[in-house]
């Protein structure tokens, strides 16, 4: 069982900054795929960005040049930094956890609430 653990969300305003964090319990995390997705209101959840065991990332065109993904497998945490954040990245954002590069999530953390707003 793979627990995940959001936080940093918060209010921010629009081009301004936010780092997400997601710790993972377990001693799996190093071999595993982690990622964020996110659900605004009203919509379906998406994926922003994840990154595999070895660092292979892939980004959204919506925030790419603007959001960042990191993993610390030392700390089992991986990271969000966002930046630049507009009034339509207001969503929750989940944490995820996949067995490989290529699969969906098969753990999600709690979410956390990110809002661009001035």
């Known amino acids: 069982q793979v627990q995940l653990v959001e936080s940093g969300g918060g209010l921010a305003q629009p081009g301004g900054s936010l780092r997400l964090s997601c710790v993972a319990s377990?001693?799996?995390?190093?071999?595993?795929?982690m990622g964020w997705y996110r659900q605004a209101p009203g919509k379906e959840r998406e994926l922003v960005a994840r990154i595999s065991s070895r660092g292979t990332t892939k980004i959204a065109d919506s925030v790419k040049g603007r959001f960042t993904i990191s993993r610390d497998n030392a700390n089992n945490t991986v990271y969000l930094q966002m930046n630049s954040l507009k009034p339509e990245d207001t969503a929750v954002y989940y944490c995820s956890s996949s067995v490989n590069y290529y699969s969906s999530p098969n753990y999600w953390g709690q979410g956390t609430q990110v809002t661009v707003s001035s």
């Open positions: 377990g001693n799996i995390f190093s071999g595993v795929t």
